[in-house]
């Protein structure tokens, strides 16, 4: 993975073969990332997990075969769920799906931008009437 920051920007490069989510979690952990954006990411992507949020809990589905990125983008808490990433995605038909992202591994490369912000907190509170960790911001 290659990495570079300058003032409150990063652009990170993931190699094929690692996991998305684990390699944002090592850089916002190198970075000491505590609430952040994900701006965009461009690349490809191989056994994608999203889910669609119906109103109770996710429908998750997966697609195994590579798929190029077509939208990436998400906010970066300091507590857990750290990464909220929404993604869209075409197959060789050239087919979109997406939704929110729960794993992903990257083929053959993922390019990202992430904006680190400084003086608003970003932080994740359980809200009992959706039954979602939603966004708190302070």
Do not use: C
Request: charged share 25%.
């Amino acid at each position: 993975m290659l990495h570079r920051r300058e003032n409150d920007t990063i652009i990170l490069k993931v190699e094929g073969g690692e996991d998305v989510l684990e390699s944002l979690g090592r850089i916002a952990e190198f970075y000491r990332i505590e609430s952040g954006t994900i701006q965009w990411g461009i690349g490809m992507l191989h056994d994608i997990e999203v889910g669609y949020f119906n109103g109770r809990e996710y429908e998750k589905q997966k697609y195994v075969e590579p798929a190029e990125i077509v939208s990436f983008h998400g906010s970066i808490a300091s507590n857990d769920p750290r990464f909220h990433i929404h993604v869209s995605f075409a197959g060789r038909d050239h087919a979109v799906h997406g939704g929110h992202l729960f794993s992903a591994m990257v083929d053959p490369l993922l390019e990202v931008e992430i904006h680190v912000v400084n003086t608003i907190s970003i932080s994740r509170q359980l809200n009992k009437k959706s039954g979602l960790k939603e966004i708190s911001i302070q």
